[in-house]
């Protein structure tokens, strides 16, 4: 079954700090995405990632940014974070090859991110 | 205009109801479509795979019209359990996924 983990599920951090998710998948999935969902909007791509040091940005990476030294292993970096980067954060992973019936994207759990 | 278009409900049906949810999509290209389920406060699970011909499992059924971009979701006989947020999901060329915002059922005993 496949697994993605996200190191934290519930997140406390102040104005301005630095903010890292993680997220790592033992799928050995080419694709892994960050999204964040709120309520009445959904939920929002902000970046993906499609192979080892390769990103792509999303509907709405302002603000942030990722990293992908490993396969497995897909970084959220709030720069400098603010109170409207508040939200539920949730990573996926997938392969490339999408068999009829399989899931297109696994999810973490999610991280609840709030910025005081 | 989003690209995935759902009513957001709430949908309140009573246990044994028969409940159909709607979606529409813009990019005719698209080439992927999907239901999640999401529950309070946790990931969204696929739900089924929506297949051109439509496609049934168990008590759930999923149709695909692309001459009209629009997707359907019935569920037959409501149970308690089906309560949640139902996701549509589509998926054009690429790896991106585009989501709905999501319809709210809560089956009421």
């Known amino acids: 079954d ?115 | 205009r989003k690209e995935v278009e759902q009513d957001p409900g709430p949908f309140n049906v009573p246990e044994g109801a028969t409940v159909a949810f709607n979606c529409t999509y813009s990019n005719s290209a698209s080439q992927s479509f999907f239901w999640y389920r999401q529950d309070c406060r946790k990931e969204p699970k696929l739900l089924m795979s929506v297949y051109s011909s439509g496609n049934e499992d168990g008590r759930f059924t999923a149709q695909l019209n692309r001459a009209s971009q629009y997707i359907s979701l019935l569920i037959r006989d409501s149970k308690l359990s089906d309560s949640a947020t139902y996701l549509c999901v589509v998926r054009g060329s690429g790896y991106a996924l585009n989501f709905g915002k999501g319809t709210s059922l809560l089956v009421t005993p």
């Open chain 1, 2 to 116: 496949v697994k993605v983990t996200q190191s934290s599920r519930y997140l406390v951090k102040r104005t301005g700090e630095k903010v890292f998710l993680e997220c790592v998948q033992d799928m050995d999935h080419e694709n892994m995405f960050w999204y964040r969902q709120d309520p009445g909007l959904g939920l929002r791509l902000i970046y993906f990632s499609y192979d080892v040091k390769m990103k792509e940005k999303g509907d709405i990476p302002e603000g942030y940014s990722v990293s992908r030294e490993k396969k497995e292993r897909f970084s959220l970096i709030l720069e400098s974070a603010s109170t409207n980067q508040t939200s539920m954060y949730l990573c996926a992973s997938s392969s490339p090859l999408l068999n009829p019936g399989s899931q297109p994207q696994h999810f973490g759990d999610g991280t609840r991110l709030s910025i005081l």
